[in-house]
C-alpha cells in the first residue's frame, strides 16, 4: 500500500509538472516560443535577390543552439563576389533571448580555387552576420540580418574571425522571411 501511494505521489508531481510546463510553448504555434525551433529553414530576403537555407539543433534546455546552412543566393557582397568560386558552409550560433525571439551570430567564407592545382582554397573575404529571429507562427519566423565582409587580412591572429576593432570594408542589413521545411504534400 505505502509503495502505491509512493508511485501515485511521484505520477501526480510529474503531471503537475507537465501541466506547468505546458503554456511554455502550447497553443502558442510557435508565438511566444521559448525555446529554440530545430529543423530545416530556408530563409529569403525581403529587399532583393538572396536566399540561405541551415539546419538548426539546440541543446537539451532548447536555449542555446547551433546551426549548419549553405548560401544559395547571393548575399550583398561589397563586389566580392566577381572574386569567389564559391562559399563555405554558415556556421551560426544561437541564443533564446526573450520569448520568441533569437539571437545569432554566423561567419562563412568567400572562397578563391587557387591556380596552382592544389586542392585548397583561398579566403577572399570572411562574411559575419548577427541579429534577430522572431517567430511569427508555426514554422514561420522574420529575421533582421546585419551581414558584413572583412578580409583576411583583418585576421591578424588567424583564429577566422575578423580582429577586434577591424572595421568591415562593406555590408547591408536585410529582412528575412524564413519557413521551416515540414513534410511535402503534393497539391
Not at 541543446?59 to 550583398?76: I, K
Amino acid at each position: 500500500m505505502k509503495a502505491l501511494k509512493s508511485l501515485a505521489t511521484s505520477f501526480a508531481i510529474v503531471a503537475t509538472a507537465c501541466v506547468l510546463a505546458a503554456p511554455a510553448t502550447a497553443g502558442d504555434q510557435g508565438l511566444g516560443a521559448r525555446k529554440i525551433e530545430p529543423g530545416v529553414w530556408i530563409a529569403k530576403v525581403v529587399e532583393a535577390p538572396g536566399q540561405w537555407s541551415y539546419v538548426v539543433t539546440s541543446d537539451p534546455s532548447g536555449r542555446r543552439g547551433a546551426a549548419y546552412g549553405t548560401v544559395d543566393v547571393g548575399l550583398y557582397t561589397a563586389g566580392l563576389d566577381d572574386m569567389v568560386d564559391g562559399t563555405s558552409p554558415l556556421l551560426i550560433d544561437l541564443v533564446v533571448t526573450k520569448p520568441g525571439v533569437v539571437r545569432f551570430n554566423s561567419v562563412w567564407y568567400g572562397l578563391k580555387k587557387t591556380s596552382d592545382g592544389v586542392t585548397t582554397a583561398q579566403i577572399i573575404y570572411i562574411g559575419m552576420n548577427h541579429g534577430e529571429i522572431t517567430y511569427v507562427g508555426r514554422d514561420k519566423a522574420e529575421g533582421v540580418h546585419n551581414i558584413e565582409y572583412y578580409l583576411p587580412t583583418q585576421d591578424a591572429d588567424h583564429d577566422g574571425l575578423p580582429d577586434p576593432g577591424q572595421l568591415p570594408i562593406g555590408g547591408a542589413t536585410v529582412h528575412t522571411k524564413e519557413t521551416r521545411l515540414g513534410q511535402y504534400v503534393a497539391p
